[in-house]
């Protein structure tokens, strides 16, 4: 049987689906708007690939937000939807460039990942979508376990986006840690920097991996209106925990698909992209598996 729809759903469906085309149509000359560049000159004069990485993992990034703040449930009014759908796309988007803007800053605050986008380093591109990716799964998880609409709904989403940088964090700082013990030379950030496509690969299935794991915190934290802030701590102690128990997972099947290959060399010093993608597949699917399991 096929669900029928109502005259009020089916225009509501049209409005939400224009402001979702809109916003990714709009992303690209947004965040060359972002990054003080042109896009059509970067992507069609310039032949940017980095650039067009960083694009497509922001479009992806809008998609997942707006997956969350567009219901699809019948709204009081034409305006009460748009205004909802609308303010939270445009958080959202705000967000995505704070986010940016921590990944560049903080994350890898040793090198210009805007700068090396510019000068079509791949690994750059990969590394900024990435985390927009991540950023962009979590956002949406946030939406989806925060009740209502409101202007505090709003407040408490972007609370939880700032509270999902630690464990990103934490995940980018043990990436390091890790490529620092193997690689006594030089840091896992110059290494990115010098267009090694496989650590950029590995990281990003990491950090996709571990957001996913993030927003698992959303399944198992229950949101209590009443107590946000003790609602709010719980969920981030339950991401920390998350994201380690995916590293700890990974790590568990990464020994039993690659049991005689020193990734350690294949990657980090013979940029083996195989390898790569294959641990990098390896974190997005262990995080799959806990959003499955535990939802």
Do not use: C
């Not at 699809?72 to 305006?79: L, M, R, T, V, Y």
């Not at 799964?137 to 630690?166: C, H, K, P, T, Y």
């Not at 840690?177 to 990115?192: D, G």
């Not at 650590?199 to 399944?219: F, N, Q």
């Amino acid at each position: 049987m096929i669900h029928s729809f109502s005259t009020w759903t089916l225009v509501i469906l049209i409005i939400d689906l224009v402001i979702a085309i809109g916003a990714i149509s709009a992303l690209r000359y947004l965040q060359a708007l972002f990054a003080g560049v042109n896009a059509d000159h970067e992507l069609a004069q310039k032949d940017n690939h980095a650039f067009g990485l960083s694009t497509a993992g922001g479009a992806i990034a809008i998609a997942l937000v707006m997956s969350a703040a567009i219901s699809g449930d019948d709204s009081a009014s034409f305006f009460s939807e748009v205004f909802t759908v609308i303010s939270f796309t445009l958080a959202g988007m705000l967000m995505l460039k704070m986010g940016m803007l921590i990944n560049d800053k903080v994350l890898f605050s040793e090198i210009d990942i805007k700068q090396h986008v510019s000068d079509k380093n791949y690994s750059a591109g990969l590394l900024q979508a990435a985390n927009l990716i991540a950023l962009g799964i979590i956002i949406r998880a946030a939406i989806n376990w925060v009740e209502g609409d409101g202007a505090f709904s709003l407040v408490m989403v972007l609370a939880i986006f700032i509270a999902s940088q630690i464990p990103l964090l934490l995940v980018t700082r043990l990436r390091m840690m890790v490529y620092k013990k193997r690689n006594r030379i030089r840091t896992l950030q110059t290494a990115l920097m010098s267009n090694n496509l496989a650590l950029a690969i590995r990281y990003s299935g990491h950090v996709i991996g571990a957001a996913l794991a993030v927003s698992v915190s959303s399944e198992i934290v229950f949101y209590l209106s009443n107590n946000a802030f003790a609602s709010l701590v719980s969920w981030l102690w339950v991401a920390i925990i998350m994201a380690a128990v995916l590293s700890g997972l990974a790590l568990i099947v990464r020994k039993a698909v690659l049991p005689n290959i020193n990734v350690g060399e294949e990657v980090d010093q013979q940029n083996n992209i195989g390898v790569a993608a294959i641990e990098a597949v390896i974190f997005i699917a262990v995080g799959i598996i806990m959003v499955a399991l535990l939802s």
